[in-house]
């Protein structure tokens, strides 16, 4: 069936780039996204790529997209500690349905 | 503010009682999921509804059960309340487009 998977961790500097991955398996995903949660509160939507595109930038986030290896990423550029979140991954199938990743904790160090 | 309501945001009850959760979806999404996220662990998909209609059910247990209202509002019921169904349970509306699932802030329930 439909799976998406992503790290659990990451720990990165204050300043530093973050690179957040996640791999799914489904090839007739129309859209891939990315959702921030930030504790105690819902999930807000970062961004989000449509499947036949490779790479979307939106100020300090770069998302990429390997449709080959069924691959998808978010860069954070310069990660301030206002970025400690959870980042949830998600991937649109067929039938409105959403199939989503585990979550990454973003882990900023001073 | 993601345009999607619920209600109440905190909930405190005892084993073996029944609650009802309530999410307003942003105006015009026909789409409403249900998720339960417990403590430091990932979205558990519950139940989509899709105009009234049920359209996809995930992990969702026996004394769970949800409805859509014709005014697109849903409720998920919760029964036979254990301590493990302590979690944080979040309404999402979507427009089936590209801007994918607004989620609302979730209903923290606590099972005593």
């Known amino acids: ?110 | 503010d993601s345009g999607v309501t619920q209600t109440p945001k905190h909930l405190i009850t005892a084993t073996g009682q029944r609650v009802t959760l309530r999410c307003s979806p942003r105006s015009g999404d026909l789409s409403v999921y249900w998720y339960q996220q417990s403590l430091d662990q990932g979205l558990q998909f519950l139940i989509h509804y899709y105009n009234g209609e049920e359209r996809a059910k995930g992990n969702i247990l026996e004394r769970f059960s949800a409805q859509q209202f014709p005014d697109l509002h849903s409720e998920l019921n919760l029964s036979s309340l254990e301590l493990g169904d302590s979690a944080l349970y979040f309404c999402a509306s979507s427009a089936g487009t590209a801007e994918g699932a607004f989620f609302g802030q979730g209903t923290r329930l606590t099972v005593v």
């Open chain 1, 1 to 110: 069936g439909e799976d998406v998977e992503q790290s659990l961790f990451l720990s990165v500097r204050e300043g530093d780039s973050s690179v957040i991955n996640c791999t799914y398996t489904d090839s007739s995903s129309t859209y891939l996204y990315w959702y921030k949660q930030e504790p105690g509160a819902g999930l807000q939507l970062l961004t989000y790529i449509f499947s036949n595109m490779d790479m979307k930038q939106d100020q300090r986030l770069t998302v990429l997209l390997n449709k080959k290896d069924k691959h998808l990423s978010l860069r954070i550029a310069d990660t301030q500690t206002g970025d400690s979140a959870i980042y949830f991954c998600a991937e649109s199938i067929g039938n409105y349905q959403l199939i989503w990743g585990a979550g990454t904790k973003l882990i900023i160090k001073p």
